[in-house]
Each structure stands twice: as C-alpha cells, then as structure tokens.
C-alpha cells in the first residue's frame, strides 16, 4: 500500500480505537510561561499605533544616541556603513533601488518596532523606549519625513506619512 493511503487509514484506525491525543499531554519538558514572562515579549506595535509604549524623544536626543549606538554600522548621519543606509535615495522608482528607511517602509510604527526589537547590533532590546523614539525622530528628521524639534511619541510617531506607503502591492489579496 503506498504511504498516500496508508497514513489516512492509519489514522481511521486509531480514531475507531479511541487512540487519540488529550489536549494537553505533553512530554513534560520545560516550565509554563506566567503572564509577565509573556508580557516582557509581548511588544508587537501596529501599524496603526496601537501597543506603542509610553516615552517620547527628539531629534536632538536621537543624534547623540545615534552616534554612540548606531553609527559604527550604518555611517554618519545615516548614509551607509559596514551596514545600509538608512537615509538618502528618492521613493523607489524601481525595485532594484537602493531601500532606506523614506523610500521602502511603509509605516513608521515599523520602523520603531524594528529599532526596539533588533538594534543597536549585537545588543538587541537594549534601548529604552524614550531612546527608540528619539533615534526615529533623528532618522525622520533625516529623511525629511519631520521637523527637527518635533516630538515623537505614541501620538505623534503613527502620523509620520512614510512616502512609500500606498506603493506595497498585495500579492495574494484574496488571502486576506
């Protein structure tokens, strides 16, 4: 018999048997994950805003945390390093251009929620929240994409219009 046919009448069997898995068995490793264990990973932000912390910083704040933090990797005033830049080229006219942070992502909420889960390399989730708005200030600032003195924080970060916004196809809409 070939395992095609095989497995589901392996399966009718067990089940006719009464063979079945509980919910809930387990081979006993590991601990239960309590609610604050959860909560300390538990830091998704939205698109629309929704999660995003308490804090707030400046651009000013964020060019002295950019320079001890983040520099190293991604270049003076965020025009490329060892790692990409994360300033300059215009919204991509093509898909082989250069991606910085105003010409390929869409959100800024994103962006905030990439720099607070995975920077500054090799030391993720090392930046405070305060930090983390400050270092989005100072990389808008950058781009153009807001003022010098604004202040970003949960209200203000979620309404940066990002240039590239409306240009993400959806390649499969009828998944959604």
Known sequence: M?????????M???????????????PGLGKPISEQDLKTWDITVLSDGTNLPPGS??????????AEQCGACHGESGKGGVNA???GSPPLADIDARKTIANFWG???TVFDYIRRAMP???????????????????????KLS???DVMNAETLPKVKM??????IIKFPERL
């Open 12 to 26: 009718m069997l067990l089940a006719a048997l009464g063979l079945r898995a509980v919910a809930g068995d387990s």
């Open 107 to 109: 959100y800024p909420t």
């Open 121 to 143: 390399w090799p030391n993720p989730r090392t930046l405070s929240n305060d930090d983390v708005y400050a270092l989005c200030a100072y990389i808008f600032s950058l781009n």
């Open 147 to 149: 003022g010098e003195n």
């Open 57 to 66: 910083g400046t651009a000013a704040q964020g060019a002295k945390i950019y």
């Open 85 to 87: 830049a994360l300033v």
């Open 163 to 168: 240039p590239n916004r409306d240009n993400f």
């Open 2 to 10: 070939s395992m095609r046919k095989a497995l589901p009448a392996a």
